[in-house]
């Protein structure tokens, strides 16, 4: 009986043209829901001009689980997240930093085009030295949405209040901060074949990332991945678990946030380490999981080196069957 972190060279004759059926279906299902976003936005448009903060109670509309699943589907637990637009920009936006210092130690804006979710910019909290309350973007003609992500929440928590071409479309908004996030707990509950399908050819990729193209990997895996932040990412095997040995240069300047996910990219463990030395549980599943490293505040000169973090894959011995050479893994 093999262990499931040895995957045999007879499976990758199935496993590599099913991970291409799921990109096919992944690519499809976006397609298909930016469309019907599309419309709806033409047809809604008072739901653009509010934020919509990412908890239990949006869940339960109809398709944004799956939305998010086809947009941003490498879930942030670490965060209190909130989207707003699509909105028409004409010459600028300014949003009002001030409640995002305010509300958190730590936060990004990301600026994305709509419908493509293409990453404008990203505005992060220890990028820039923001002298006055309003911060004021020039953008190009178009329609554009806004996702903000707040790290290391203060008790009281606003989102920002939006202005574009002169005019505020979105006011401040007070948020109950204490209980946003508990919908992670039970999102796993949600999990189903569609949702594997939408996202299991992410654990191929990665498997195989070693011998694709460095920037398609990171595209499919962080569509929308914060600019500001470094990615570590990789495939983990049922009963295995993480070793992280981390450099305290890399602690004293960075935030260390894991997430790890089950093939459906829905997120089953996550926490900040703050040790040197760290061993993760062992999964249940197969999954993949990505580190982020968040820059402090007060982040010293030294830049990100990748010799400050070393993570290994810890299993039992592996074993194959009939002496059958195993599929290589990262």
């Given at each position: ?94 949003i009002d930093i001030k409640s995002c ?230």
């Amino acid at each position: 009986m093999r262990n499931s972190k040895t995957l045999l060279d007879i499976e990758l004759l199935y496993a590599v043209p099913l991970a291409l059926l799921s990109l096919i279906f992944f690519k499809t299902v976006r397609l298909l829901l930016r469309t019907l976003v599309n419309i709806n936005a033409n047809f809604n448009k008072k739901q653009s001009f509010r934020w919509l903060v990412f908890s239990g109670e949006m869940l339960k509309k109809s398709l944004i689980l799956t939305s998010l699943l086809v947009t941003g589907p490498r879930w942030n637990p670490h965060v209190i997240a909130a989207g707003a637009g699509p909105f028409d920009v004409k010459e600028s936006l300014a949003i009002d930093i001030k409640s995002c210092l305010d509300s958190a130690q730590s936060w990004t804006i990301g600026i994305y085009s709509f419908p493509q979710a293409k990453a404008i910019q990203h505005i992060a909290s220890h990028g820039s030295n923001f002298l006055e309350q309003w911060h004021q973007l020039k953008l190009d003609p178009g329609q554009y949405t806004l996702g903000i992500r707040y790290y290391n929440w203060s008790e009281k928590v606003e989102l920002p209040a939006i202005n574009v071409d002169e005019h505020q479309i979105i006011n401040t908004q007070l948020i109950n901060s204490g209980s946003v996030n508990d919908y992670f707990n039970k999102l796993i509950e949600r999990d189903n074949i569609f949702y594997r399908c939408l996202n299991d050819y992410i654990f191929i990729l990665l498997i195989c990332q070693k011998w694709l193209p460095k920037k398609w990997v990171l595209k499919e895996y962080l569509p929308v991945g914060d600019t500001n932040n470094e990615f570590l990412y990789g495939v983990i095997y049922k009963a295995c678990s993480l070793n992280l040995q981390i450099n305290s240069s890399l602690l004293n300047n960075y935030d260390v946030y894991l997430t790890i996910y089950n093939r459906s990219s829905l997120p089953v463990i996550w926490y900040q380490i703050k040790s040197e030395k760290h061993t993760t549980p062992v999964v249940e599943k197969d999954g993949f999981y990505l580190v982020r490293l968040r820059p402090k505040l007060d982040l010293a000169s030294d830049s990100f080196q990748p010799n400050w973090i070393t993570i290994k894959l810890l299993s039992e011995v592996l074993k194959t069957s009939n002496g059958a050479k195993s599929f290589p893994s990262v």
